[in-house]
C-alpha cells in the first residue's frame, strides 16, 4: 500500500487554475500535507492559539472586508504574524485582492498567495475534495475499470483471459473506460473507493495482436473518464467444470481493498459467452439490489409462496 503523504501547491495551483500574485515565490518543493483547510478568521483577530498552520488559508470576503476595518498598522501585524507560522499557501477567493502590505511580507516569509474569482465555499468544498482524494491510501492492481450505466466496474483475472476486450466491447455499446491493465485505487473514505488510471497509461488499450489503441482518439471524448467510485467487482475466470458456481446470487460475495468490502461477482469464461452484455446486466442487477429490488430473493419468495399454496390445496383436499 502507498500511501502519499504530501501533494505539491504546484499541481493544486494547476488543478484549480489559480493566479499567482507571488511570482518571485519558488513553488519547488513546497507541499501540501493534510486535507483540511483553514479560513483564518480568529487568526485575523490576533487570536493564535490552537492554530493549524499546516492547512492551506483561505481569505473570503468575509475575512476580506473585516481586514479592512483594521488600520495599516494592525494588518501588518497579523500579516505578520501569521506568515510567520510556515502556512503553506494563501489563496483570496471571491474577486478580492491581497494589498502591498500582504505580498511585501509574503515574499519576506517565502509563503506564495493566489487569487481565485470562485466563491470561497465552492472552492473550499471543491479543495478539500481533490485533497481527500489526492492523499489517500493508495494501491495499484491488475484490472480494468469501465463506467456502465453509471455503476464503476472492476474487471479482474489472469492475463490474457480477456478483460481488455470486454471492456473495448462495452466501450463500443457506448459506456466509458477509466483504466486499462493498471487500477489506482485510493480509499477516500470508510465506504468509497476511488479508482483511477496512471499518468502514463490512462486512455490507452492493449489489445493482443493488434497493440496499443487510444480510446479516446479513436471513440471521442465520451468513451473514456478520468476516475470513479468503485462498485461492483467481476472476477474473470476459466470454467472450471467441476466446480459449482452460484446460480441464485441469493448471497453476496464481497473481495476486500484497504479495508472497505466491495461486491463481487466470479464469471466463469467459456466460448460464446458474450462478456459486455453480462457485464452490463450485472452492473444493472447491481443498480437495483442498491435501490431495494432484488430479483433472486423475489423468485425465492414466488417460490416459497408456491409451495405454501400447495401445501394448503392437499390439506384441504385430504379433509
Known amino acids: 500500500m502507498n500511501t502519499q503523504s504530501s501533494v505539491p501547491i504546484e499541481k493544486l495551483v494547476q488543478k484549480m487554475d489559480l493566479v499567482n500574485r507571488t511570482e518571485s515565490v519558488s513553488l519547488e518543493g513546497k507541499m ?24 492551506l488559508q483561505v481569505i473570503g470576503y468575509v475575512e476580506y472586508t473585516y481586514l479592512d476595518t483594521l488600520s495599516r498598522e494592525r494588518k501588518r501585524v497579523i500579516y505578520e504574524r501569521l506568515l510567520a507560522a510556515k502556512i503553506p499557501a494563501l489563496v483570496y477567493t471571491t474577486k478580492t485582492i491581497p494589498d502591498e502590505d500582504m505580498l511585501e511580507l509574503a515574499v519576506r516569509y517565502d509563503v506564495p498567495v ?13 479543495v478539500i475534495r481533490w485533497l481527500n482524494v ?10 480494468v475499470l469501465v463506467d456502465v450505466y453509471g455503476e464503476g466496474i472492476l474487471i479482474m483475472g489472469e492475463s490474457g483471459i480477456g478483460k481488455s476486450e470486454a ?35 490512462r486512455h490507452f488499450i492493449e489489445l493482443r495482436g493488434i497493440g496499443i489503441i487510444n480510446v479516446k482518439t479513436l471513440f471521442g471524448v465520451e468513451s473514456v473518464m ?5 462498485d461492483l467487482v467481476i472476477k474473470l475466470e476459466e ?29 466463469p469464461i467459456r466460448p460464446g459467452r458474450n462478456l459486455a452484455v453480462i457485464v452490463e446486466s450485472a452492473a444493472v442487477n447491481h443498480r437495483q439490489k442498491k435501490m431495494g429490488y432484488n430479483a433472486a ?16 390445496k392437499h390439506k384441504d383436499e385430504e379433509e
Not at 489526492?134 to 484490472?143: F, R, V
Not at 478520468?226 to 468503485?230: G, K, L
Not at 430473493?297 to 399454496?309: C, F, P, T
Open 32 to 55: 501540501l500535507t493534510t486535507p483540511e483547510v483553514n479560513r483564518p478568521a480568529l487568526q485575523l483577530t490576533g487570536y493564535f492559539d490552537y492554530f493549524d498552520a499546516d492547512r
Open 114 to 126: 493566489f487569487m481565485t474569482t470562485r466563491e470561497t465555499s465552492a472552492f473550499v468544498a471543491e
Open 134 to 143: 489526492e492523499l489517500a491510501p493508495c494501491i495499484t492492481i491488475h484490472g
Open 167 to 201: 471492456a473495448l466491447e462495452l466501450i463500443k455499446r457506448g459506456h466509458r473506460l477509466i483504466t486499462d491493465d493498471v487500477v489506482e485505487i485510493r480509499k477516500v473514505s470508510d465506504h468509497s473507493l476511488v479508482g483511477t488510471a496512471p499518468d502514463i497509461t
Open 226 to 230: 478520468d476516475t470513479t467510485n468503485i
Open 239 to 267: 470454467w472450471d467444470k467441476d466446480k459449482e458456481y452460484d446460480r441464485l446470487g441469493l448471497q453476496e460475495e464481497y473481495t476486500e481493498f484497504l479495508g472497505n468490502r466491495v461486491t463481487c461477482h466470479s464469471l
Open 297 to 312: 430473493q423475489e423468485l425465492y419468495n414466488r417460490v416459497q409462496q408456491g409451495i405454501m399454496k400447495n401445501m394448503a
